[in-house]
Nanobody
Framework: QVQLVESGGGLVQAGGSLRLSCATS????????MGWFRQTPGKEREFVAT????????YYADSVKGRFTISRDNAKNTVYLQMNSLKPEDTAVYYC????????????????WGQGTQVTVSS
């Protein structure tokens, strides 16, 4: 099995930045595409960003494009989400997810999920 643990969430003012990390273990990290999703109470889980096995391809939701950057370090079995120019509407629980093999924006195509980390952006 693959274990995923998110960290780096917290409270930040609008316009600020946060860097989320997702540490993985249990399987070969390099064989999994990774994604970030977010969810607020009463809403469905929303795609944020995904990255291919080698990190050569990335894809972002329109709502975060130009502000967020997903990256991965396969040597450290870790995926990151750099969030800049944060807005109050970015407030959510952010989840890291993994799937074999190709990157995807669909929640139902991911096999493994972390427990989430809270990001709160104040106005």
């Amino acid at each position: 099995q693959v274990q995923l643990v998110e960290s780096g969430g917290g409270l930040v003012q609008a316009g600020g930045s946060l860097r989320l990390s997702c540490a993985t273990s249990g399987r070969t990290f390099s064989s999994y595409a990774m994604g970030w999703f977010r969810q607020t109470p009463g809403k469905e889980r929303e795609f944020v960003a995904t990255i291919s096995l080698s990190g050569g391809s990335t894809y972002y939701a329109d709502s975060v494009k130009g502000r967020f950057t997903i990256s991965r370090d396969n040597a450290k079995n870790t995926v990151y989400l750099q969030m800049n120019s944060l807005k109050p509407e970015d407030t959510a629980v952010y989840y890291c997810a993994a799937r074999k093999w190709a990157a995807s924006a669909r929640t139902d195509e991911y096999e493994y999920w972390g427990q989430g980390t809270q990001v709160t952006v104040s106005s």
